[in-house]
């Protein structure tokens, strides 16, 4: 499975950008998709996640709200539409996938995709 993230930018604080994450390869054993983001100096954290079927959701509470995660099968592509944008979103944003069951919100997917800066300007 490959994934191509896109869609990020410099925005002033509250507006929006909505990040895409393509999938090509062997989507059809992919089990969800996740976004994590790492700001400078910071660790990796989990952002939003939704499985490929599109029965489940989760979002870390600094962005519950806020964040919509999104999947369009059709195009094996999945979004994450960020309104209220503030400046501690700023950091590069991953779109990763998994493919067994398991905890969407830690860090064990198996596939990770090149991040796309996302800057809030306050």
């Known amino acids: 499975v490959q994934l191509q993230a896109s869609g990020g930018g410099l925005v002033q604080a509250g507006g929006s950008l909505r990040l895409s994450c393509a999938a090509s390869g062997r989507t059809f054993s992919m089990y969800a998709v996740g976004w994590f983001r790492q700001a400078p100096g910071k660790e990796r954290e989990f952002v939003a996640a939704?499985?490929?079927?599109?029965?489940?959701?989760s979002y870390d509470a600094s962005v519950k709200g806020r964040f919509t995660i999104s999947r369009d099968n059709a195009k094996n592509t999945v979004y994450l539409q960020m309104n209220s944008l503030k400046p501690e979103d700023t950091a590069v944003y991953y779109c990763?996938?998994?493919?067994?069951?398991?905890?969407?919100?830690?860090?064990?997917?198996?596939?990770w995709g090149q991040g796309t800066l996302v800057t809030v300007s306050s």
């Open positions: 990763a996938a998994r493919i067994r069951p398991g905890i969407l919100t830690s860090d064990e997917y198996h596939y």
């Open positions: 939704v499985t490929w079927t599109g029965s489940m959701t």
